[in-house]
């Protein structure tokens, strides 16, 4: 069992940055590959990252790629996203999630995803 919390998120004006940061409990979390998600309102809800339990694959949604960066540290148990350059169309309640399958590339599916965080509010303004 994992349990993720996410802090980190707020309002930000455009061109600003954040850093959302998700805290696990359990002793497998080392094991689980981590992704971040966002969904805005009246949207479905879609990747943002991905990363593989061990750091060494990564992916990134078009819309971020060069703006966002998915990392982890095992150790501590935790799951970071810094996001740089932010825009209005990135507001979004953004969520943490664990999968505990240990695979070369973490999937992108929600669906694939057991654990997830109760999500943070983001909110970029023009």
């Known amino acids: 069992q994992v349990q993720l919390v996410e802090s980190g998120g707020g309002l930000v004006q455009a061109g600003g940055s954040l850093r959302l940061s998700c805290a696990a409990s359990?002793?497998?979390?080392?094991?689980?590959?981590m992704g971040w998600f966002r969904q805005a309102p009246g949207k479905e809800r879609e990747v943002v990252a991905t990363?593989?339990?061990?750091?060494?694959?990564?992916y990134y949604v078009d819309a971020v790629k060069g703006r966002f960066t998915i990392s982890r540290d095992n150790a501590k148990k935790m799951g970071y996203l810094q996001m740089n350059s932010l825009k209005p169309e990135d507001t979004a309640v953004y969520y943490c999630?664990?999968?505990?399958?240990?695979?070369?590339?973490?999937?992108?599916?929600?669906?694939?995803?057991?654990?997830w965080g109760q999500g943070t509010q983001v909110t970029v303004s023009s």
């Open positions: 359990g002793r497998t979390f080392s094991t689980y590959a």
């Open positions: 990363i593989n339990w061990s750091g060494s694959s990564t």
């Open positions: 999630a664990a999968d505990s399958a240990r695979s070369l590339r973490a999937s992108t599916a929600p669906a694939a995803y057991e654990y």
